[in-house]
């Protein structure tokens, strides 16, 4: 007989399937695995901001990396994000799914959008946090950038 891990692998896949299969036409640059996660990771560390999106042109100037996820349904809500991004010079990618963005930010409810900030809008934070939140986003932006000048 099988372990459960041997059952689990199918079950896991078909779910990764579903996900892919549920993205929104439009979410280029799609982030793949790995990029994902190291996003993922630099939203729990950082300084984010869960946001509806009528109130992103308020925090647009602050932010230093927009993620947004790929899976919402309907595309309208979304489709204007990338465009005030591209206007304030801010590098955004889409993820996968709205569910991991929502885990990610470490909300219950599903995401469409999140902000990284640059500085928290209470307190401050120490020296060595700083230096290893600005080498995430540095690692992160970089592969955006790849990913971004591949499509174009």
């Not at 996968?96 to 599903?110: I, V």
């Not at 401050?124 to 700083?130: K, S, V």
């Amino acid at each position: 007989m099988g372990s459960d891990r041997e059952v689990e692998k199918p079950a896991q896949k078909e779910k990764e399937i579903k996900k892919l299969l549920a993205i929104a036409p439009i979410a280029k640059p799609l982030a793949g695995t790995k990029l994902s996660k190291r996003t993922f990771k630099l939203v729990r560390r950082g300084i984010h901001k869960l946001l509806r999106t009528r109130y992103l042109p308020l925090f647009i100037s602050c932010c230093i990396l927009c993620v947004i996820a790929g899976n919402i349904s309907p595309v309208d809500v979304i489709t204007h994000v990338p465009i005030l991004c591209e206007e304030s010079d801010i590098p955004y990618i889409y993820v996968p799914s709205k569910e991991d963005l929502a885990n990610a930010g470490a909300t219950k409810r599903p995401t469409c959008c999140v902000l990284v900030l640059t500085k928290p809008t209470k307190g401050e934070l120490n020296q060595e946090d700083q230096e290893k939140l600005k080498e995430d986003y540095d690692q992160v932006v970089s592969e955006i950038r790849e990913t971004t000048s591949s499509l174009f």
